[in-house]
């Protein structure tokens, strides 16, 4: 049989890929030094937890852990047990995973959406507005005989997030069905972030309604959302929209600069690194529970992505 020649010349790498780690490990230390900064924060939250020497404060602070370096909750029990975290939280011992693992039963969507007016200002310049879709369901066998959920088409939820893209952190996120409209999410929205103003809010075509427009506008912000190509020059009561028609049909390059309308790509980076981070599967099947995962992992994404 005859022997093949291999060229090695072919197969090189065609640029030099290196990983400073020590850079790495800098950033990943600076994650660990803002979640232990949050210790303070959590104290309205100080409930006996199977045992009253547990708060509920520090148990959150080890689950934002979990959460942050992807780990199942034995995991993060043996590290809080093996590297003394627990010393750092004030604790007398580790807990158990079975400790860990219950207290996302007592974390309330309220109280995380509270932890971000601690951290965002009361004005801001830009907002961004987009959702994203995540599966629910995996096929297989153990979803249908531990779970006793028969095979059926796969369902998947949407996630809605309004994000401030200067500072880079989500103002409010909520979780809808999959088959949910966009634009009838932005009223609720809007209407659950009336504590901050925003100068101008960017949005897809998914947003290019009339009601959209009207509610940006009575929200004292001003719509970046990018209109439909064959648009109308016709107000049929929303002002707003046709103004900005008139402003993408006459120079769409000068209303670009003038709302800053490629800043859009923060949201988009946001749904990415979530993903890439956390997967692109829901573990929760209870709504309710869907809803408190995802109001915890967005913003830890968020906090990494401040700092870039």
Not at 33 to 38: P, Q, T, Y
Not at 149 to 175: E, G
Not at 180 to 204: F, M, N, P, Y
Request: aromatic content about 10%; proline content about 2%; some cysteine.
């Amino acid at each position: 049989m005859q022997k093949t020649s291999q060229k090695k010349d072919k197969w090189e790498r065609h640029k030099d890929v290196s990983i400073n780690w020590k850079q790495y490990d800098k950033s990943r230390l600076s994650e660990c030094k803002r979640i232990l900064d949050l210790t303070e924060v959590f104290h309205e939250l100080d409930k006996p937890v199977q045992r009253r020497e547990f708060k509920l404060s520090n148990i959150t602070v080890l689950l934002l852990f979990k959460i942050l370096f992807g780990l199942f909750c034995r995991g993060i029990a043996n590290a809080s047990k093996d590297l003394n975290i627990y010393y750092a939280l004030g604790l007398k011992r580790a807990p158990c995973y079975k400790t860990i693992q219950n207290t996302m039963a007592y974390l309330n969507e309220w109280f995380l959406s509270q932890i971000n007016h601690l951290f965002l200002p009361n004005h801001v310049l830009l907002g961004g507005i987009d959702s994203s879709g995540l599966k629910t369901h995996r096929k297989g066998a153990w979803i249908q005989i531990r779970l006793k959920r028969y095979h059926r088409k796969k369902d998947f939820k949407k996630v809605h997030i309004f994000v401030d893209l200067v500072s880079k952190k989500i103002i409010y996120c909520m979780v809808t069905k999959g088959t949910a409209s966009d634009h009838k999410q932005l009223k609720t929205i809007l209407k659950e972030c009336d504590w901050i103003r925003v100068e101008i809010i960017l949005g897809d075509k998914g947003y290019d309604t009339k009601e959209c427009f009207t509610e940006i506008t009575n929200h004292c912000s001003n719509p970046g959302i990018k209109v439909r190509k064959n648009a109308i020059r016709k107000a049929h009561g929303c002002p707003s929209r046709l103004k900005a028609v008139i402003a993408q049909q006459v120079n769409y390059t000068d209303w670009e600069k003038k709302v800053q309308a490629t800043m859009r790509y923060v949201v988009e980076a946001i749904f990415s690194g979530t993903k890439r981070r956390f997967g692109e599967y829901l573990s929760s099947l209870n709504s309710i529970s869907t809803s408190r995962s995802m109001a915890s992992d967005y913003p830890v994404e968020c906090t990494n992505l401040s700092e870039v």
